[in-house]
């Protein structure tokens, strides 16, 4: 899932096994066939919407389990990535498991705090998961997580809203733009929600118009090229002209708010956000949202790789109850389950032969478009890469920057994060 961007912490220093803390102990040793025991305590960084099944979900691994105690604890996504690496750092605190954003696991692993899962338990028939959810999790030949849930952006819409204005579902911004006045005029709201504050919905505007943050490949800098500057523009202009509203802090629940109560009559959003959605005045009947592609740009169409792995800290003392939550917790039946109570897409091929899960009409149309998706750069400071977009977001919305301004500046940033980049 994706919510937003964490900020990135200053920390103290790599975390080591022999000092960190974690579980409790214990564990059993499942290699010579002794029972699991201890605590395995979860860090679960799901949206309001959703943890309440996670909680059931890591509750019922002691079940299965009854000498294991999991400690279940919902942490803030925004405050997750730091709260992590200051406990880390520090050697005290620190989670056993930890349902970490994709972005996040290269970065936790250079640092020394994710535990290697080659060979052991966590890792369950690996040649069921998804490719490209499989390669979030990899870094430096090693493996580092499990795939939990794998998404991405789409475009959620008020059918009831459009029909009304008499507009078609928009297929670029170009589109869109041009019709937020009869939406306005017809129906009072207006055409979008833009997402001003998190730098990852930039990332639309940036494929849309052809361009990326960086070549990973060839370790080069691209998002201070045209198309940088274009996607700068076009976000300007949607709020400048009145097709969107947008909000520098709290998006989330603004664009939600927003979307439930038919202010707006579009939204990118993921499907971590369709069950919020679904709970508001506008989708008491749930045919009235339509989830489709995010417009697309200048020139292409795309939306980024998001999505949720399961991390074990190097320092937990709890190591084999650990892996063997993180195998429960990814493996097919609980993704099944979690698609099923929440229209989360799973990372296991075998799940969407499910017929509950093939036929869920969110995954219907978000498995093409993860398929379709993005890669972004699974680097150790691919996460760093979105604070300086953030920055100049706002500059650009507020009007201090040009749109030529702020891509030089985002890639003035990026050269100074990425030492060895041209």
């Known amino acids: 899932m994706r919510r937003g961007i964490a900020a990135t912490a200053l920390v103290a220093g790599l975390a080591m096994a022999a000092t960190a803390c974690g579980g409790d102990g214990g564990g059993g040793d499942q290699r010579s066939g002794g029972e699991l025991s201890g605590t395995v305590t979860f860090w679960d960084t799901s949206n309001d919407a959703e943890k309440a099944t996670y909680k059931k979900l890591a509750e019922s691994f002691e079940k299965e389990h009854p000498k294991v105690d999991v400690k279940y604890v919902s942490v803030a996504f925004g405050e997750a990535n730091a709260k992590f690496k200051n406990a880390a750092g520090a050697g005290a605190g620190a989670p056993d498991v930890m349902r970490t954003e994709v972005a996040w696991v290269a970065d936790f692993a250079n640092l020394g705090y994710l535990a290697p ?7 369950d028939n690996t040649g069921d998961y998804l490719p490209q959810a499989l390669g979030s999790t990899r870094f430096k030949d090693k493996t580092y997580a499990a795939p939990q849930v794998t998404d991405t952006l789409g475009l959620f819409y008020n059918k009831r809203l459009l029909k009304e204005a008499g507009v078609k579902v928009p297929q670029t911004f170009a589109e869109l733009s041009a019709a937020a006045k009869q939406i306005k005029e017809k129906t009072g709201a207006t055409a979008l929600y833009l997402r001003g504050d998190d730098p990852y919905w930039f990332l639309p505007y940036l494929y849309g118009e052809g361009g990326d943050m960086v070549d990973a490949r060839d370790k ?9 500057v274009r996607a700068f523009k076009t976000i300007k202009d949607l709020v400048d002209s009145k097709a969107a509203v947008t ?3 709290d998006g989330q629940e603004n664009q939600l708010k927003a979307l439930k109560d038919g202010s707006v009559a579009m ?6 956000d369709i069950e919020g959605v679904r709970a508001g005045k506008e989708f008491k009947d749930a045919k009235n949202l339509g989830v489709a592609p995010v417009p697309g740009g200048s020139v292409s169409q795309g939306s980024p790789q998001g999505g949720w792995n399961l991390s074990v800290y190097a320092g937990s003392k709890n190591l084999q109850a650990s892996y063997a ?5 990814s493996s097919a039946k609980i993704q099944q389950q979690t698609t099923e109570q929440l229209s989360l897409l799973p990372t296991r091929t075998s799940v969407y032969a499910m017929p509950s899960v093939k ?7 978000f ?11 699974w680097i150790a400071e691919g996460n760093a890469l979105f604070e300086p977009i953030k920055v100049q977001m706002n500059k650009v919305l507020t009007g201090s920057s040009t749109p030529e301004q702020a891509a030089k500046a985002v890639g003035e940033s990026y050269r100074k994060i990425l030492k060895d980049y041209k």
């Open 117 to 123: 899962l080659d060979g052991t338990p966590a890792l």
């Open 220 to 228: 080069t800098v691209e998002i201070d090229d045209d198309a940088g």
């Open 247 to 249: 909000d520098a802090t």
């Open 267 to 272: 939204a990118v959003s993921g499907p971590w």
């Open 325 to 329: 939550f993180v195998k429960y917790m």
């Open 359 to 365: 036929n869920n009409e969110m995954v219907g149309f």
């Open 367 to 377: 498995k093409p478009a993860v398929d379709k998706a993005v890669q972004r750069p």
